[in-house]
């Protein structure tokens, strides 16, 4: 019954952001989506390796939107549809709402702020992404409007993604396929900050772009991890760095801290590159009208 409602959910939310688009209330530029769906439709899924995507974080329709541009088809499978993390304290005030079940059921795994890496929700990332299941983080954890993207001057800085990312890669039995993704339009389309009842409704008219780049290669994670050269062949993929403790007690905590700060950096910049990358094409677009 749970993958039913899942399924239901997934496809009435997709096919409204769907149409939303198709009926020109907005327009969407995709960019990459095949970086994704290659990775989705990958048989190393059934051996246990997940997909994590990773994006900047501009307005509360991020996500759904963002799923608007994904095949229909895949709205009729949990296997392509994404997980998510959920702050508990804006989408399940009420555990025994509406609200609360249309979020569960939309896969989203409740989070609590403050409450740091080891949390449920986390090792409930962590145990999906280790059957093949795709997550998607938004890496900021919470909505940041992109004041200090700089866009015209082809910058883009984020702020310090929480450490759970870094978690939750670093744990997962064999090494995650990592692919960053960055939009754009999305603070126009449901800017913070509007009087009731304004601030319940998207403006028509905007403009979005949702692009899926290159995944980020395993190499640079191992990196992070103390290996110096790729993993052999008779690792059977292995990933999780030698000594790992899931606690940070100890001089094995401190190590352990210290790949899980380091990991979450590398995908920071990955993100933050690919948004230099669309800012410089927008930038390249706007010169040249």
């Keep these: 019954m749970p993958n039913i409602l ?63 541009v994904m095949p229909a088809r895949t709205y009729l499978s949990t296997h392509l549809t994404r997980w998510s993390l959920g702050a ?7 555990p025994s709402s509406v609200f609360s079940a249309f979020f569960r059921t939309g896969q989203v ?22 059957s093949g299941s795709w997550i998607h983080l938004f890496g900021e954890g919470k909505v940041c409007q992109p004041d200090t993207y700089e866009v015209e001057k082809g910058v883009a800085r984020l702020i310090r993604f929480k450490w759970g990312v870094g978690r939750i890669l670093i744990e997962t039995p064999r090494p995650p396929i990592v692919i960053p993704v960055w939009i754009t339009g999305f603070e126009d389309l449901m800017p913070e900050g509007r009087k009731w009842p304004y601030k319940y409704f998207p403006r028509l008219g905007t403009k979005l772009s949702v692009t899926f780049g290159d995944p980020i290669p395993p190499e640079h994670v191992l990196s992070a991890l103390k290996r110096e050269t790729p993993l052999p062949a008779n690792t059977s993929g292995k990933w999780i760095p030698p000594g790992l403790v899931r606690s940070d007690e100890g001089a094995e ?37």
């Design 88 to 94: 508990s304290d804006i989408m399940f005030t009420n």
């Design 253 to 289: 905590g401190e190590e352990n801290r210290r790949i899980r700060v380091k990991v979450t950096a590398i995908i920071q910049r990955a993100v933050e590159a690919l948004g230099r990358q669309v800012s410089g094409d927008l930038l390249g677009k706007k010169t040249s009208v």
């Design 109 to 130: 795994l409740e989070t609590f702020r403050g409450k740091g890496v080891y949390q449920p929700a986390v090792d409930s990332a962590i145990e999906k992404l280790s």
């Design 6 to 68: 899942s399924v239901v959910t997934a496809t009435a939310v997709g096919l409204t952001c769907k149409t939303f688009i198709n009926l020109g209330l907005c327009t969407m530029s995709v960019h990459g989506l095949p970086n994704l769906m290659k990775a989705l439709e990958s048989d190393e899924r059934g051996k246990g390796r997940g997909i994590v995507t990773v994006s900047n974080h501009v307005s509360v329709l991020d996500d759904p939107m963002t799923w608007g």
